[in-house]
T-cell receptor, first 115, second 115 residues
Framework: AQTVTQSQPEMSVQEAETVTLSCTYD???????LFWYKQPPSRQMILVIR??????QNATENRFSVNFQKAAKSFSLKISDSQLGDTAMYFC????????????FGAGTTVTVRA | DTGVSQDPRHKITKRGQNVTFRCDPI?????LYWYRQTLGQGPEFLTY????????KSRLLSDRFSAERPKGSFSTLEIQRTEQGDSAMYLC?????????????FGDGTRLSIL
């Protein structure tokens, strides 16, 4: 079984600054996906960014980027130029490849962006 | 693309009653997932359908829980003889395609409260 650990229950950041969320995972698999999902208060969970384990290059989506360290089983999310709309719960998630479709989520990190 | 739709948004019931939730996936999405999320935690996988076939069930899905997806379209999740521990947000997600690299799109969830 895979476990995903997010050690920071809450993070606070000033608008326009950068915040980094940590995520570690435990797996014996070599082929998998990692995800960061965002869940705003009382709203749908949406995909922020995705990383394929066989790709060494870190994924980037606009102001969101990851630092994927496969050997260390670490997958952190950096939010640059934080905006008020980034306030949400952020979940790190793992999916085994190729034929496993369920996501295993961490407990989440609540990010609050201050004006 | 109208998104994943879940009904009802909130269900309050007495312990011992049966409840049924509905999920309408994004049209043409052949995969449909159910997750359960308790307060302050990440979602936990319950079950997964590919078209009308239920391909995997978590150990979390006790015999009081049953899920169906007739004709491979909408899905229902029924909980019989509800217990206090069933209080949670029940999330539905859907995805398209034959490979696990297609992202899962989540609905708003159904919040179940057991009195």
């Amino acid at each position: 079984a895979q476990t995903v650990t997010q050690s920071q229950p809450e993070m606070s950041v000033q608008e326009a600054e950068t915040v980094t969320l940590s995520c570690t995972y435990d797996t014996s698999e070599n082929n998998y996906y990692l995800f960061w999902y965002k869940q705003p208060p009382s709203r749908q969970m949406i995909l922020v960014i995705r990383q394929e384990a066989y790709k060494q290059q870190n994924a980037t989506e606009n102001r969101f980027s990851v630092n994927f360290q496969k050997a260390a089983k670490s997958f952190s999310l950096k939010i640059s130029d934080s905006q008020l709309g980034d306030t949400a719960m952020y979940f790190c998630a793992f999916m085994k490849r190729p034929n496993d479709y369920k996501l295993s989520f961490g407990a989440g990190t609540t990010v609050t962006v201050r004006a | 693309d109208t998104g994943v739709s879940q009904d009802p948004r909130h269900k309050i019931t007495k312990r011992g009653q049966n409840v049924t939730f509905r999920c309408d996936p994004i049209s043409e999405h052949n995969r449909l997932y159910w997750y359960r999320q308790t307060l302050g935690q990440g979602p936990e996988f319950l079950t997964y359908f590919q078209n009308e076939a239920q391909l995997e069930k978590s150990r979390l899905l006790s015999d009081r829980f049953s899920a169906e997806r007739p004709k491979g379209s909408f899905s229902t999740l029924e909980i019989q003889r509800t217990e206090q521990g069933d209080s949670a947000m029940y999330l539905c997600a859907s995805s398209l395609g034959e490979f696990s690299n297609q992202p899962q799109h989540f609905g708003d969830g159904t919040r179940l409260s057991i009195l």
